[in-house]
């Protein structure tokens, strides 16, 4: 006679700690497969994507830091043109002052030689920090269109990372020159142009006083 099998079921008691444990660990598991950046990196065309803009947005910082230093450099240089234009004419208006007192007849007859002298280096100096200023707004142009265009990768990028596989990869980012045909700005040119050139609006009101202190120094 055989003997009958019987099989027998060990049940393993789960109390609820345990098992709310068990619950949350699944539910991480879950959720981190429904992530947006797990379903990135399972998704190629949206992986090559994000990589393309965040090497863009390296570059992006790259060029900007390197228009910063720029103009750092251009506003150093501004500053020693401008200290140099108001040494010229302190030294210039004394040795001017010295000569008048010695022979004040002989000078005040030829007082058109040194103002021709100061209008000259006067007009020199202004050329030199016209072009200085021109190089530096240039830059600063440029350095705004970079911080345009890296903010708007930096945003896509953002989008990108919450919605995932959702994201559309026909989008692009919204650049400086595409914003600018979107929107018009207003702007009053001749505020703008004045602020732009005050150094030189400045240089040439004392020039002209120069020019005039000259012959109130060798004939007054």
Known sequence: MAESKEAHVVEIPVDEEHQQKLLSAMATVSAIQQHPLMEISESPGHLLLLKLWQREEDLFGGRIAMKETRMDSIRRELFQLCCFFLAFHGFFLTILFTSSIHSQEYTCRRWWLPSLLSVSSSLAMIVLVQMKLCKYWKVSRQLQREKSDSRAVTRCIQELRMKGRSFDLSKEPQTARRMKSSSVKI??????WF???????CFICFTGMVFLACKYILCG
Not at 187 to 192: A, I, Q, S, V, Y
Not at 195 to 201: E, H, P
Request: proline content about 8%.
């Open 187 to 192: 702007k009053w040119k001749p505020l703008t």
């Open 195 to 201: 602020s732009q050139n005050l150094i030189i609006i």
